[in-house]
């Protein structure tokens, strides 16, 4: 029995709630830092990402209109369970080539970030919010609400705390999003999305798709019903396709490049002002 079959594990794609194989039955294998291969990812299609869109839009309202501390709650939720894995974590980022040491600085800069997030999920709207000086006898109030469904794309460098520090801003300001995990450390979003299945966040909040990025991004960007696109990875020419088809229904696009995602500053509530839109009220006062 010593030339055994080396049995690889294949990761599903997250979408709706539910892990699903890909619709066009597609596979592509991701290697380790000795280029061996170590795990199937799932090539997703164009009519997986409709479904994805599709879950992300029916879970919006639903979770916009749950409490901002039971948003928190979740969140603290997946910081710990992602504790009670972080040897799991460690292990998976030890094969991207990064030393055990930077594998254990990420995953615990991972679990801190989600806590940061949870805290700031009933805080950001009194920050951001305001009442306005108006001329007129009106009360004027100015308040964030979320954009709506957010495309992702992932970066591939910090594969942990950088698809962490995309998502947990997005969904703790009231979005949903559909993430495009980066090929080449794909597994590790995958994994992320077990942590997410486990901790109380409700089905198709969160929804994440591994393949080829190129296959997916220019029908995700031009998606009518996909409000805003983060873009994290690191190539222009991706990032120029996002822009080109993300004017057909005036999406919100942020680029977040060459982000050292371990800093500080990579953390704060502006990153969840970027996916809201202020919406400003007029309330007439008098007789």
């Known amino acids: 029995m010593s030339n055994r079959l080396n049995v690889l594990k294949t990761y599903k794609l997250y979408t709706g709630g539910k892990f699903s194989r890909s619709e066009s039955e597609h596979y592509f294998q991701v290697m380790d830092k000795k280029g061996n291969p170590f795990a199937n990812l799932c090539r997703a299609s164009r009519k997986d990402m409709r479904n994805a869109v599709a879950a992300a839009r029916k879970a919006q309202s639903g979770w916009a209109d749950r409490s901002a501390y039971n948003r928190g709650q979740i969140l603290y939720r997946m910081a710990e369970i992602m504790e ?24 615990d800069a991972a679990i801190d970030r989600l806590v940061h997030y949870a805290g700031w999920t009933d805080k950001y ?29 992932a970066p591939d460098d910090m594969p942990l705390i950088g698809l962490v520090s995309i998502v947990a801003p997005v969904i703790a300001g009231g979005n949903t999003c559909v993430v495009l995990a980066s090929e080449t450390h794909g597994s590790i979003a995958c994994t992320l999305a077990e942590i997410i299945h486990s901790s109380d966040v409700p089905g198709g909040v969160v ?23 983060l873009f994290a990875a690191d190539d222009p020419g991706q990032k120029k396709i996002v822009q080109e088809n993300a004017h057909l229904n005036v999406k919100r ?11 500080d500053n990579a953390q704060s509530p502006y990153y969840i002002l970027d996916f809201q839109d202020i919406k400003t009220t007029w309330h007439p006062v008098g007789t």
């Open 84 to 107: 009670g894995r972080r040897d799991q974590f460690v292990a998976e980022l030890e094969r991207t080539a990064v030393s055990r040491r930077k594998a254990e600085t990420e995953t």
């Open 253 to 263: 696009i942020q680029c977040y490049e060459k982000t050292d995602w371990l800093k």
């Open 125 to 153: 709207s009194s920050i951001f919010s305001t009442v306005n000086p108006v001329a007129s006898p009106h009360f004027n109030f100015s308040m964030p609400e979320p954009n709506g469904v957010v495309g992702i794309a």
């Open 207 to 229: 929804n994440i798709l591994t393949g080829y990025r190129k296959e997916i991004i220019p029908h995700l960007a031009s998606h009518m019903d996909v409000n805003a696109f």
